[in-house]
């Protein structure tokens, strides 16, 4: 088969130089790149999404909030009660110490973005369900391209579990940058499991130094050792 073609090439060019042509132009395929939706238009796709199971509970679709060119973005779980309500993500308790950790890291919210792996909030704060995660997954994605941040920190197992495609425990994915499609994701503890291990101060101890080696990365200053902004 690799004859045949190489033949009829060899006749195709004895052909043009027949015909006077010095040179042989051989077209090239045009590749056309798509360009990410902006954050309006994956809202609008999204309509009152009826995809799966979730829907029939919650008050508000939760989509997400901030700076539509944030360098950095957080994406954590799924909505809980005060975020159905609200339909703005991270507003209740484990919301409030967000906000405090990302004043801490020199910034605020309306500067950065915040969104989760499920927009609907799971029955009783249960986790997600694979498929309730798949269904929602592309429009999460969809937000990242949209926004295409510098770094991406996921809060808490199911975020990071889901953005890396892995079951590995949060424990051995903390502490260290990994790959989402180019885009340095951090993983690390959630706000709400920080007030629920609020006694043992090691987790804030290491999710501070997660949340430094971010700083470092998107070249915020960085507190001395011993020291917190």
């Known amino acids: 088969m690799t004859d045949h073609w190489l033949y009829l090439a060899r006749d195709y060019i004895e052909f043009q130089r027949n015909l006077g042509f010095d040179e042989i132009l051989l077209s090239r395929p045009v590749r056309i790149e ?3 939706q902006g954050l309006e238009a994956v809202r609008a796709d999204m309509g009152d999404c009826t995809r799966c199971p979730l829907h ?43 906000t405090r950790m990302i ?31 798949q269904t929602c997954l592309p429009f999460l994605q969809a937000q990242i391209k949209a926004i295409g941040p510098a770094v991406l920190v996921a809060l808490g197992r199911i975020a990071a ?20 499609e180019g885009i340095p994701l951090m993983p690390t ?23 430094k080696q971010v700083m470092g990365t998107l070249g915020l200053s960085v507190p001395a050792a011993g020291e917190r902004s």
């Open 34 to 36: 798509k360009k990410p």
């Open 56 to 98: 029939r509970n919650r008050t508000n679709i939760v989509f997400g909030e901030g700076d539509p060119n944030a360098r950095l973005m957080f994406v954590g779980e799924g909505p809980g009660a005060e975020e159905d309500r609200q339909a703005r993500p991270f507003v209740g308790k484990a919301g409030q110490l967000l």
């Open 103 to 133: 004043e801490a890291m020199g910034t605020d919210r309306s500067r950065v973005y915040i969104a989760n792996i499920v927009k609907c909030r799971p029955p009783g704060n249960r986790d997600p369900e694979t498929i309730e995660i």
């Open 161 to 180: 579990n889901t953005l890396l495609d892995t079951k590995a425990p949060l424990a051995s994915l903390r502490g260290e940058f990994r790959d989402f």
């Open 189 to 211: 503890y959630h706000p709400s499991f920080l007030l629920r291990q609020e006694q043992d101060r090691r987790y804030k101890a290491d999710a501070w130094s997660d949340l």
